[in-house]
């Protein structure tokens, strides 16, 4: 059984710039969810994806925004990127996006913008 | 606003002592709770969960209190071992208005386990 995987590990931009970060599902779960952790906060929920459509979001602008393909990997993209921005982020998909929806986590990309 | 709360942001136990750790929540619409584990390097990695009609969930070392009234939830690990050492986050969730679970995540608290 394949885990979750994310591309890439690190990645440095600079203000204004876009980008996107891509993640690969595990084997057999629908719904994939992106957080954003700050350094010393824990996971902050971006959006969820439940079979290809977005069904939950945080309270994140539109800059970011995502999309989830056919075979379940998914993509997060950032525009307009800001200094803030820079955290890890955490891609976890699990077999359901109802109550008992325990998430498998990549181990996320860090991103800074510099 | 922070819907959940991890008080302690550290805690450091003996080799084969209890740690306990602890989770307050905010919001009453809350009705299921996790604990994740996170190693360096790695994404969190899911412990143990517990539904609001219960107040209690074992797993081996590991168990889950909750405490509806007080809105209060705890961790057990015992005995602890240094393999434990690790940042802990509890999540809680409550159904969205799209009808899935998102879950909230509190800041997390590094349990130390030494030798």
């Known amino acids: 059984e394949t885990g979750v995987t994310q591309s890439p590990t690190h990645l440095i931009k600079t203000r204004g710039q876009q980008v996107t970060l891509r993640c690969s599902s595990q084997?057999?779960?629908?719904?994939v969810s992106w957080y954003q952790q700050a350094l010393g906060q824990g996971p902050q929920f971006i959006f969820q994806?439940?079979?290809?459509?977005?069904?939950g979001r945080g309270n994140f602008p539109p800059r970011f925004s995502g999309l989830q393909f056919p075979n379940y990997s998914s993509e997060l993209n950032v525009n307009a990127l800001e200094l803030d921005d820079s955290a890890l982020y955490l891609c976890?998909?699990?077999?359901?996006?109802?109550?008992?929806?325990?998430?498998?986590f990549g181990p996320g990309t860090r991103l800074t913008v510099l | 606003d922070q819907q959940v709360k991890q008080n302690s942001p550290s805690l450091s136990v003996q080799e084969g002592r209890i740690s306990i750790l602890n989770c307050d929540y905010t919001?009453?619409?809350?009705?299921?709770f996790l604990w994740y584990k996170k190693y360096p390097a790695e994404g969190p990695t899911f412990l143990i969960s517990?539904?609001?009609?219960?107040d209690k969930n074992e797993d081996g070392r590991f168990t889950v209190f909750l405490n509806k009234s007080a809105k209060h939830l705890s961790l057990h690990i015992v005995p602890s071992q240094p393999g434990d050492s690790a940042v802990y986050f509890c999540?809680?969730?409550?159904?969205?208005?799209?009808?899935?679970?998102?879950?909230?995540f509190g800041r997390g608290t590094s349990l130390i386990v030494h030798p």
């Open positions: 084997s057999g779960h629908n719904t």
């Open positions: 517990i539904s609001s009609i219960k």
């Open positions: 999540a809680a969730s409550a159904r969205a208005s799209g009808g899935s679970y998102i879950p909230t």
């Open positions: 976890a998909s699990s077999h359901t996006s109802g109550m008992y929806n325990e998430q498998f």
């Open positions: 919001n009453s619409m809350f009705d299921y």
């Open positions: 994806y439940y079979r290809e459509e977005e069904n």
